[in-house]
């Protein structure tokens, strides 16, 4: 009877499906255990081998679960709102939702060959409106919200508007926008409708504002900062560009400082928190107050080190500050204009990571210091972000490196005030870090002394106050695109109203382009049928829009992020059509117990639905701030890719062998072209590439040799591997073995198909073993085998050492084999071992054992420690120091009785030749040594 894998795994995989066998349950009596994966986006290429090695370890701990009695929920879906679709939809004129339909499909037909335990019934995807429509209720949640800081929470804005109507905003204590004007009650009941729906705008936890964007023309639309890679769009490669627009941002500054104190309580891995505690970018020092000569204004600047302030020598705004234009003279006006326009084109993280380019313009304009009075001139310059503190700083070029360049790059005076020793520029690095506020005021002070002393004088003086500040801004959350989220927002007389939440969802309208329009409007403006109308309650054509009952719906859309913000919390009662979750549902599964994922949606999609997450905790819609409490992020399995040697400036290529004799050129070819012993299939390179039909190929040996290089694997490096080639192949069972075999989950690791040969060899090893099943009793040796192998992956799979699991497994069916163990009692419970990672296999197998149903849900066996106590031991006997033989005793025989019998043995009467032994030592359970 053949292992015949293709077969197995059909049959299976059908009988899951047909009997939905992984469907959780709510209102099961079991405890609970929710294992999830991230969100994958489907893409027209499908997936490579790289792709489901984090879903193999997730699915084998969510089996792992199930065998020890958990409900567990383990549920999948798509994150099926992308740039990649509309792009396709502008190229070619096919909606966005048909070519992700056809993508989904394809990701599902591939997830399926692979035998995950995924509950299917509970998938769906962001794009459609069924989902959407509870990130739209959660958009309008935010709306209706502002951060009380007083209870350090979320809280509604009908209490703020009943805060105002008793008190105005004066005892408010709130996150809100700067420019927040004071008034009283009777002011507030004073106001028009408009004036208090822009004051309410300002406190609201999604708002509307003017706010310096990364756009980029090419793709016309906002990116985010993680969307741009060297300046240009990580889509397409397109430049990129600040620019100012009205865009609607989340207030996610609220929280934080609660989002890097969760990190404390959630067991992350390091690097993943250290990347968002960086993000967030908590600093403490002094905002300090700068009057401007001949302006009202007052610059206010955030600084770390106070005590240096006796140092500032001029100052400098970032070139998209809101107030240059109004400090800039008549006579500055041209070289900042162009100055300003340059920068517009250069992203914040290349201006960021740009240590050496020094440039800026002076705007003719001076602070002026606010202890002594002097004229400070002010500057802009590219160095200095909008987005980062205030967007301008006090220079202390003999305290700080890019101030010193910078002054000495436009020969500003640089004051030498390190205590009064004058410094160089080969000293500066060894001085940066020291005391420099050199003063009366401060004399004989330390650092700490220095900043203390200069924050109390600020405050006292009302020139600045200590601030705590945050590098993490509100996210932008508009985006110039058709393929998103409709935000469910309509504007009377130019002030957002949120549509109400029974009338949800929102809809995407058809469009006939998928462009920006003529105007300038985003794709959104293309649409004929798209405003609402306030009586009806519904979407009616744009040309009924008259300002009393029918007004203009907003064209932006939602971010990619807007849809996996709160997705985990979904699939809890993802069918619910009355509420985002019932309170069963969220009371029964609380939150993720495991969730994995890769490392590079540090900031861009964790520390968002972490902020989204503890906002619907405060508005008590969540039971706790944190949505998972264990994360575990894989690492990459990287391709081998085949190079091929061209003779440069020939059509010559030459074996791996040979390269050193010329001058080569390496070219990556298809690896799917070559065997696993690097030979290149060199016919079918010729029908592969134009480029190769009339190529001359030197070979060596009669053979074509590439070279290889790891690298990530990736359909511009032609090393991709089909897991459906895979499983067509060798199976899914082996697959799934391998992708563990190969190394420690969080780490990356080198695909090599030879591999693959091996845990496939086990596999029909471990079949054999079932072939002449009998109801004979087990001896120790196979008990002993059986139970080392149950401790050892029970203890490997709680952590996550999936790889040395795979070894144990291996060495088990060896020993069974070489004890031609057939029976049931050892191999019933191996097979339930085997299960959660060779899922076919094991179910066909359990059915050979004479059980109906599934594996899945047998219980995990049972560690006895007693089967891995030896019954015997073996003890080396020596004499005066020397082994001569050995004997076998019972393991729990005493040293005395020992002694006796090995010295009434015919061997050691022949060592000892009548002769009494001067001592004998015996040490138990290791050796007996004879002293005579």
């Not at 009998?774 to 203890?795: D, F, Y």
Request: hydrophobic letters at 35%; glycine letters at 6%; aromatic letters at 12%.
């Amino acid at each position: 009877m053949q292992y015949n894998f293709l077969e197995i795994e059909a049959k299976w995989q059908k009988y899951w499906a047909e009997q939905q066998t992984f469907k959780a349950e709510t209102h099961s009596a079991k405890p609970k255990f929710y294992v999830l994966d991230m969100f994958p986006y489907p893409s027209g290429a499908g997936l490579h081998v790289g792709h489901p090695l984090g879903y193999i370890a997730s699915d084998i701990y969510a089996r792992f679960k199930r065998h020890q009695g958990y409900e567990v929920l383990h549920p999948m879906g798509y994150d099926s709102f992308g740039l990649p679709a509309e792009q396709y939809a502008i190229q070619t004129g096919q909606h966005p939702a048909v070519t992700t339909e056809t993508n989904i499909n394809r990701y599902r037909e591939q997830l399926d060959r692979l035998g995950f335990s995924f509950d299917w019934s509970r998938e769906f995807r962001t794009s459609s409106p069924s989902y959407y429509k509870w990130t739209q209720w959660v958009f309008i949640q935010l709306f209706e919200s502002w951060y009380n800081t007083s209870s350090d929470k979320a809280e509604p804005i009908s209490d703020l508007i009943s805060e105002f109507e008793a008190n105005g905003n004066t005892q408010i204590k709130a996150v809100a926008d700067e420019d927040v004007k004071q008034f009283k009650a009777a002011e507030w009941k004073a106001m028009k409708e408009e004036e208090q729906q822009a004051i309410l705008l300002q406190y609201r936890l999604a708002y509307l504002a003017d706010t310096e964007v990364n756009w980029c023309p090419a793709l016309g639309t906002v990116l985010a900062n993680d969307e741009i890679v060297n300046g240009v769009s990580e889509r397409g490669g397109h430049p990129v560009i600040r620019k100012k627009m009205t865009q609607w941002s989340m207030r996610i500054t609220a929280y934080a400082q609660r989002l890097l104190d969760g990190l404390q309580n959630i067991d992350w891995p390091q690097p993943l928190k250290d990347s968002q505690t960086n993000w967030i970018g908590r600093s403490e020092g002094a905002e300090v107050e700068f009057e401007v000569e001949g302006h009202p204004e007052k610059i206010k600047v955030f600084t770390t080190r106070p005590d240096t302030l006796y140092g500032v020598s001029f100052m400098t705004l970032a070139p998209e500050h809101p107030w240059v234009e109004r400090f800039t003279t008549a006579e500055q006006k041209a070289e900042i204009d162009a100055y300003v326009e340059a920068t517009s084109k250069r992203s914040e993280r290349d201006r960021m990571s740009d240590v050496k380019t020094i440039s800026g313009a002076f705007t003719g304009a001076y602070a002026l210091h606010p202890f002594t009075g002097d004229r400070i001139p002010i500057w802009i310059g590219d160095y200095v972000l909008a987005s980062y503190g205030t967007g301008a700083v006090m220079a202390v070029p003999c305290g700080d490196q890019r101030d010193y360049d910078f002054a000495k790059h436009f020969n500003l005076p640089i004051p030498n005030i390190f205590d009064g020793v004058d410094i160089s520029e080969e000293a500066f690095a060894d001085k940066a870090n020291t005391r420099i506020a050199q003063s009366d005021f401060l004399d004989g002070m330390d650092y700490y002394q220095a900043t203390k002393a200069v924050i109390e004088r600020l405050e006292a003086e009302g020139r600045g106050t200590g601030k705590i500040n945050y590098r993490l801004r509100d996210a932008v959350f508009s985006r110039q695109r058709y393929w998103g989220e409709p935000f469910p927002v309509y504007y009377v007389d130019g002030m957002p109203q949120m549509i109400p939440t029974e009338c949800l969802p929102l809809p995407l309208p058809q469009v006939d382009k998928y462009l920006p329009t003529e105007e300038g409007d985003p794709p959104l403006g293309n649409a004929e049928v798209w405003a609402w109308d306030v009586k009806k309650q519904e979407v009616v054509a744009n040309d009924l829009i008259d300002g009393e009952n029918v007004f203009p719906l907003e064209l932006n859309t939602m971010p990619g992020w807007a849809g996996s913000s709160q997705y985990f919390n979904r699939y809890m009662d993802p069918h619910n059509e009355e509420a985002i979750f019932s309170p069963e549902a969220i009371g029964y599964w609380k939150g993720v117990d495991l969730y994995i994922g890769g490392s590079e949606h540090a900031t861009g999609h964790l520390l968002y639905s972490r902020f989204w997450q503890q906002f619907l905790y405060d508005r008590g819609v969540v039971p706790q701030a944190e949505y998972a409490q264990k994360l575990i992020n894989q690492g990459m399995i990287t391709g081998t890719s085949a190079l091929v040697y061209r003779v440069s400036g020939t059509d010559q290529y030459v074996s791996y062998g040979l390269r050193k004799d010329y001058q080569v050129e390496p070219l990556r070819v298809d690896v799917n072209l070559v065997n696993a012993s690097d030979e290149l299939d060199v016919d079918a390179l010729r029908q592969w590439q134009p480029q190769f039909e009339k190529a001359e190929f030197r070979l060596e040996d009669g053979k074509y040799i590439v070279g290889r290089e790891v690298e990530k694997m990736s359909k511009r490096w032609f090393n991709v591997v089909n897991p459906d080639a895979i499983c067509e192949q060798y199976g899914a069972d082996s697959l799934r073995l391998y992708e563990m075999f190969l190394g420690p989950l969080e780490q990356s690791k080198p695909w090599n198909t030879a591999g693959i040969t091996g845990v496939h060899g086990f596999l029909k090893k471990l079949w054999k073993l079932y072939l002449n099943l009998n109801e004979e009793e087990p001896s120790a040796e196979a008990l002993k085998s059986l139970h080392k192998t149950i401790k050892k992956v029970g203890e490997d799979i709680e952590q996550f050492s999936f790889n040395t699991s795979v070894s144990t497994f291996m060495i088990c069916v060896n020993e069974l084999t070489a004890q031609k163990c057939s029976s049931k009692s050892i191999l019933e419970p191996l097979a339930i071992l085997v299960s959660p990672y060779a899922p076919h296999i094991a179910e066909e197998l359990w059915e050979m054992l004479g059980h109906q149903g599934s594996i899945s849900q047998a219980p995990f066996p049972e560690f006895k420690p007693e089967y891995l106590v030896e019954a015997e031991k073996e003890y080396p006997i020596s004499f005066n120091g020397k082994m001569r033989f050995k004997l076998k005793f019972p393991a729990d025989m005493g040293k005395e009785e020992i002694e006796k019998q090995v010295l009434a043995h015919e061997k050691t009467q022949e060592q000892m030749q009548g002769r009494s032994p001067k001592k004998v030592i015996v040490v138990p359970g290791k050796i007996v040594n004879i002293v005579g």
